[in-house]
C-alpha cells in the first residue's frame, strides 16, 4: 500500500557569521550548513541559521533530491549542554545491518529534538511528526524553508549553544517508486509506519560541532561535494527522527493518526 502526502501528513570549517558582536543572547550572526545525504537519498542541499541581535533565529533550508511531493519532517537536534558534541551517526551505528540506520539505532550520537521546523505553529519536540505542518518536496524533488522564530519562543539556552546543533531532515525512497511505502518495512517508531516516512534522508552541521570543513557563504544549492548511492545503503551519515523525551509522545501521535487515517480509508 503506498503512501499519499496527505496521509503520511496525518501519520504521524570556516567560521561563517556576520561580525556582529557578541550580545546577551549569543554570538549574532549567520551560521552556513552543507546539507549532506543520509541513508543513500542523494539529497543534497545547505541551509544558513542567522541570530539576531535581539535573540531572534531565522532557519533558511534549501534542498534537492528528496521524494517529490512528499512531507518531510525536518528538525534542529542537539543539545543546550555545552559539554556535550552531537553528530549525525556514521554507518556503523546500523547494528542490524540492514543498511538504513534506524530511528533507535541513531539515537546515541545526535541528540534530542530541539527545534521542529515546522512552517506554522508550535516548534517544539512535541511537534516532531506534525508532518502536515511540515514542508512539501515539490514536483522535481526541491524543497525551500524559511521561518523565523522569536527568542520567547526557542528553548532557553539556544544561542549560546548554537554550535552544539544541526539540521536534518526525513523521507526517503528505498524502492524508486516516488512514493512512501512500507516496502522496506517499518518504522522502528511504531510497526505500523512505513519506514520510508520516517528514515533520515540528510543532515548538515553547524561549524563548530564535532566536525571539519564546513564551508562558509549562504545558501547555494547543490554545489555540495556529495557522493550520490544507489539503493539503501549508508554511504555517509545516519540520522534519527525522534529523540529523547520526544519519542514516546511522536510515536504515539504518528500511531494514532495513522490508524484513524487506515481506518478512514477503508
Keep these: 500500500m503506498a503512501f499519499s502526502a496527505a496521509a503520511v501528513g496525518s501519520a504521524f570549517a570556516d567560521e561563517s557569521h556576520a ?24 539529497v543534497e542541499g545547505s541551509a544558513v541559521i542567522t541570530l539576531e541581535e535581539n535573540g531572534d533565529l531565522a532557519v533558511h533550508v534549501e534542498a534537492s533530491g528528496l521524494v517529490p511531493g512528499q512531507p518531510h519532517a ?23 545491518g540492514d543498511g538504513i540506520v534506524s530511528t533507535a539505532e541513531g539515537l546515541p550520537a545526535y541528540g534530542d529534538i530541539h527545534i521542529s521546523l515546522t512552517t506554522e505553529g508550535d516548534s517544539s519536540p512535541d511537534s516532531g511528526l506534525a508532518v ?15 521561518r523565523t522564530f522569536s527568542a520567547d519562543e526557542l528553548p532557553d539556552g539556544t544561542a549560546a549553544a548554537i554550535r552544539n546543533l544541526h539540521i536534518v531532515q526525513h523521507g526517503i525512497d528505498v524502492n524508486g517508486n516516488g512514493e512512501y511505502d512500507a516496502d522496506a518495512g517499518q518504522s522502528s ?7 520510508e516516512a520516517t528514515a533520515p534522508a540528510s543532515c548538515g552541521m553547524i561549524e563548530g560541532s564535532n566536525i571539519s570543513d564546513i564551508p562558509g557563504g549562504g545558501v547555494d544549492t547543490g554545489n555540495g561535494q556529495l557522493v550520490t548511492a544507489d539503493g539503501p545503503a549508508v554511504d555517509q551519515q545516519g540520522i534519527v527522527l525522534v529523540a529523547g523525551a520526544g519519542l514516546g509522545m511522536g510515536a504515539a501521535i504518528g500511531a494514532v493518526a495513522y490508524r484513524r487515517f487506515r481506518t478512514e480509508a477503508r
Excluded: K
Design 19 to 42: 561580525a556582529q558582536g557578541d550580545t546577551s543572547q549569543g554570538t549574532a550572526g549567520d551560521y552556513s550548513i552543507t546539507v549532506e545525504q543520509l541513508n543513500g537519498s542523494g
Design 132 to 146: 502536515e505542518r511540515m514542508p512539501v518536496a515539490d514536483d522535481n524533488g526541491n524543497l525551500e524553508y524559511s
Design 74 to 96: 525536518q528538525h534542529i537536534h542537539g543539545s543546550t549542554d555545552l559539554d556535550t558534541d552531537f553528530t549525525c551517526p556514521g554507518p556503523d551505528a546500523d547494528e542490524d
Design 189 to 195: 517508531l511504531d510497526p505500523e509506519l512505513p519506514l
